[in-house]
């Protein structure tokens, strides 16, 4: 398995509130996670950075290698994390209403699980076709699914920022969960809407089918993004699996 991740602060903002992390388990299970904070400058900081570091901490210390304990456990701490970031928010005033969104992934033998609360998404890049596997936790995400509102509209849509589902800032931390299969060559792509906001799928497919390194190819996404005019911190981590996945 290779991996490579790069954040960015952007073009136009003071401090990047963007957190990730990748972290491996006692049986060598790869958890990766993407945050991007929300509530005020230092809230949406402090959020990412407790979700990212707090479930990449305790995911060290497990010793599963299996979809139903994986499933389990991401269900049981990020609702414990929720709480957490709930009860800290309460405490500091200057931090009340933080939250953060999260993409996270776990990657098994064969297959990988991918779970978000709010815009931060994650990519299959699979056979020179990039698919979006998470959907956003949006207002105008709500509004296309309602027929109220087609994809170009949203692009501008005044409340496009509107998440409607976070970690922290409200008790509802139900986490969306899925299952896929995995294999040699795929890409996983994770990212912060920094980057999906300013780059189109297009754009971000070419790059990753393209002959960069990993390393160089979150470089460059980035650089399209602050080329495209930057607006929002950026964040990019892709996974590839190398061998018949690793063990």
Request: aromatic share 6%; net charge negative; glycine share 8%.
């Amino acid at each position: 398995m290779k991996y490579a991740f790069q954040s960015d602060i952007g073009s136009h903002r003071d401090e990047n509130q963007d957190y990730v992390g990748v972290f491996k388990n006692k049986k060598n299970v790869l958890f990766s996670i993407v945050a991007d904070g929300i509530g005020g400058r230092q809230g949406g900081d402090v959020a990412s950075e407790m979700a990212v570091s707090h479930l990449g901490y305790l995911f060290q210390s497990t010793d599963f290698d299996d979809v139903t304990n994986a499933i389990k456990w991401l269900q049981i701490e990020v609702t414990q994390e929720n709480d957490e970031i709930l009860e800290t928010a309460q405490k500091y005033s200057d931090l009340n209403g933080m939250g953060t969104t999260i993409v996270v992934t776990i990657i098994l033998e064969n297959q990988f699980i991918v779970a978000h609360l709010g815009d931060s998404r994650c990519y299959l890049f699979k056979g020179n076709e990039l698919k979006q596997l998470t959907s956003d936790h949006s207002l105008v995400n709500e509004l296309i699914k309602n027929g109220k509102l087609s994809p170009e509209e949203a692009k501008n849509h005044p409340q496009k920022n509107i998440i409607t589902k976070t970690l922290g800032i409200s008790s509802n931390s139900d986490i969306d969960v899925h299952t896929y299969a995995w294999k040699v060559h795929d890409q996983l792509l994770l990212c912060t809407d920094g980057l999906t906001n300013m780059v189109s799928d297009q754009t971000i497919a070419n790059i990753l089918g393209g002959p960069l390194e990993l390393e160089q190819k979150c470089l460059k996404l980035i650089e399209l993004t602050n080329q495209a005019g930057g607006r929002d911190n950026v964040t990019v981590l892709i996974i590839q699996a190398e061998d018949e996945v690793d063990k």
